[in-house]
C-alpha cells in the first residue's frame, strides 16, 4: 500500500543516496521498492477481507474479481514492473498513484463507511507524506477521490454508517499492520541512512587527513627544491670563483716558471761552454721538471678557461696526413720511452679538415703519450679513416694499445677532472688525471666525441670523432657541422670504384 518517492520527505531524501540490490541482484532498483513490495503482501490481503466483511454476502461477480487480482497479483505485479522499469523510483511512483485510486474505490464500494475509510485513506496518505511529502499526498487523495467517484458511478452511492465489531477489528488491524510493517522498514532505511552518513564522515576525514599530509610533503618537496636550487646556485659560483681563482694563478704561476726554464737552459749553456759536465745532468732536471710543472699548469688553465667558458676555437682548414706526420714524429719518442712500438695506419684520400689544429694535436699527443705510459714492450698504434653518413663526413682518430687496460669501474672514473684510475695507479704512473679531461672537452668543442673500450691486461683504443668541417667556431660543446657534399661524392665515387675492382677480380678469378 505504499510506494513511491517525491523530492520533500524525510525518508525520501535519505533514501536515494542508498541504492540497495534486490534478490535479482539488480543494483540500480530504489530501495522503496522492496519496501513497498512487503508492506503490499502483508496489508493488501487484509484491505482486501476488509472490503469482503464489510459487504457482507452482497459481492457482484465484477468486484469479487477485482478483489481477488488486487489481493492475490497486484503486490507481485507491481514489484515486477518497478523493478524491471529503468526508472524504478518514478514506477514505484505510479504504483503508489494506483493505489489510492483502488482504495478510494474501495471506500466508495463500502459505502463510506466511516471506519474502514478512515483506515484505508490514513495508510495511504501516512505514505504519501511520508515518501512524497504534502504535494504527492495531494496527488494521493486527488486519486482516491477519482477512484470513489468510479465506483460511485458503477455501483451507486450510499452509505454504510453501522458496522459490526469484526469489520472495526479489520480496519484497526490494517491501520496496525500498515503502521508496524512501515515504521520498522522505515527504521531500517534510517539505520542505513545514519550507516552511510557516518561512512561519508570518515572517508572525509581520511580524505582530510590525506590532503593535509600530501600538502606536508608538497611543502617538503617545494624546501628541498628550494634547498637544491640555492645549493646549485652555490656550487655553479664556487666553481666559477675556482675557475677564476686557477686562471689568474695559473697566470702568475708561468711567469716565474719560464723564467726559471729561461736560466736553467741559459746555465746549461754556460756549463757546456765552460767544460762542466758534471753540472749538466742536474741542470736539465731542472729544466726539465720547470717544463713538465709548466705544462700541468696550461693544462689547469685550459680546463679553468673552458668550465669559465672563455676557451676559443682557432679554425683553420689543414690537411690531415701532414697534421698526423707531425703528431706521429712528437710521439715517437713518448713511445720508445717504455720499448713500446708505434704504427702509423692512414686511409687512402684523407683530404682535408677544418677545425683547431693546434688542440687537435694537443688531443691525440695526450692519447698517444697516455698509451705510452701504461704500455711497456708493446704496440701502439694511431688509424685514421673518413666515414660518411646522413649527418654528414666524420675523422676518426683511433689511439690503441696493448697495454695494462682497465676494468669498467676503471673505465667510469676516465673523463672525471684530478681523477685516475686508482690510486695504484696513481702512484706507479703519476699524472693529475687532466689530460683526458681536456681531450675529451676539446673534442666536443669542435663537434666530436671521444669513446673508449678496454679489455683488462689487453689494452685500450680511444676514438677521436670529429666533423670534417667544424660549423661553430666560438668553442660550444654543442656545435654542429655542415655536412661536406664534395666528400660525400668522392666517397660515393670511391665505393664504385671499389664495387667494380671487386667484380672484376671475381670474374677474372672464375
Not at 686557477?246 to 723564467?259: C, F, G, K, V
Not at 677521436?464 to 655536412?483: F, K, M, Q
Request: aromatic residues 6%; proline residues 3%.
Amino acid at each position: 500500500m505504499t510506494g513511491g518517492a517525491g523530492k520533500q520527505g524525510p525518508i525520501t531524501a535519505a533514501i536515494p543516496a542508498l541504492r540497495l540490490s534486490d534478490r535479482s541482484g539488480k543494483t540500480n532498483v530504489h530501495p522503496i521498492v522492496k519496501l513497498d513490495y512487503l508492506v503490499r503482501m502483508l496489508a493488501v490481503p487484509v484491505t482486501v477481507v476488509t472490503v469482503l466483511a464489510t459487504r457482507g454476502g452482497n459481492v457482484p461477480k465484477a468486484l469479487l474479481g477485482i478483489l481477488l487480482f488486487y489481493g492475490l497479483a497486484w503486490p507481485h505485479l507491481a514489484y515486477l514492473v518497478a523493478r524491471t522499469s529503468k526508472d524504478s523510483k518514478a514506477a514505484e511512483l505510479r504504483n503508489l498513484l494506483a493505489d489510492c485510486f483502488v482504495l478510494g474505490g474501495f471506500c466508495g464500494v463500502t459505502g463510506f463507511n466511516p471506519m474502514v475509510s478512515i483506515a484505508f485513506l490514513c495508510c495511504i496518505n501516512a505514505a504519501n507524506l511520508s515518501l512524497g511529502g504534502i504535494p504527492f499526498a495531494a496527488r494521493g487523495l486527488f486519486f482516491a477521490m477519482l477512484g470513489a467517484g468510479a465506483a460511485v458511478l458503477w455501483l451507486g452511492f450510499h452509505l454504510t454508517l453501522e458496522t459490526n465489531p469484526f469489520t472495526n477489528f479489520l480496519a484497526s488491524l490494517s491501520i496496525a499492520i500498515f503502521m508496524s510493517v512501515f515504521g520498522y522498514l522505515s527504521h531500517v532505511q534510517t539505520r542505513r541512512l545514519l550507516g552511510a552518513r557516518q561512512e561519508v564522515l570518515e572517508q572525509k576525514l581520511m580524505i582530510e587527513e590525506q590532503k593535509d599530509a600530501v600538502e606536508a610533503a608538497s611543502r617538503v618537496a617545494e624546501e628541498e627544491r628550494r634547498s637544491a636550487e640555492e645549493a646549485r646556485e652555490a656550487a655553479e659560483a664556487a666553481n666559477k670563483a675556482k675557475s677564476a681563482f686557477l686562471a689568474n694563478m695559473s697566470h702568475e704561476l708561468r711567469t716565474p716558471l719560464n723564467a726559471i726554464i729561461g736560466y736553467g737552459e741559459l746555465l746549461q749553456e754556460e756549463a757546456t761552454d765552460a767544460g762542466h759536465d758534471d753540472m749538466i745532468p742536474d741542470l736539465q732536471k731542472i729544466c726539465g721538471a720547470g717544463k713538465h710543472l709548466l705544462r700541468l699548469i696550461n693544462s689547469v688553465l685550459d680546463l679553468s678557461k673552458i668550465e669559465a667558458g672563455k676557451m676559443d676555437l682557432f679554425i683553420e682548414t689543414f690537411e690531415i696526413e701532414d697534421l698526423v706526420d707531425e703528431v706521429a714524429s712528437t710521439a715517437e719518442p713518448l713511445v720508445a720511452k717504455n720499448g713500446n712500438r708505434f704504427e702509423l695506419r692512414l686511409a687512402p684520400g684523407l683530404g682535408q679538415l677544418k677545425g683547431d689544429v693546434t688542440k687537435l694535436k694537443q688531443v691525440l699527443l695526450n692519447l698517444i703519450g697516455n698509451s705510452g705510459k701504461f704500455t711497456e714492450n708493446g704496440t701502439i698504434s694511431l688509424d685514421v679513416t673518413r666515414e660518411i653518413d646522413y649527418e654528414g663526413s666524420w675523422i676518426t682518430f683511433r689511439v690503441a694499445d696493448t697495454g695494462i687496460g682497465m676494468k669498467p669501474e676503471q673505465v667510469s672514473k676516465l673523463f672525471q677532472a684530478f681523477t685516475q684510475a686508482d690510486a695504484a695507479t696513481t702512484r706507479k704512473y703519476g699524472g693529475t688525471g687532466l689530460g683526458l679531461v681536456l681531450s675529451r672537452r676539446f673534442a666536443q668543442m669542435m663537434g666530436g666525441t671521444i669513446t673508449v673500450k678496454s679489455e683488462f691486461g689487453r689494452g685500450t683504443e680511444f676514438a677521436v670523432r670529429l666533423p670534417s668541417d667544424v660549423a661553430n667556431e666560438e668553442g660550444d660543446a654543442t656545435s654542429i657541422h655542415r655536412i661536406d657534399s664534395k666528400s660525400l661524392i668522392q666517397a660515393a665515387e670511391k665505393l664504385r670504384v671499389e664495387a667494380e675492382r671487386k667484380k672484376a677480380e671475381g670474374a677474372s678469378r672464375a
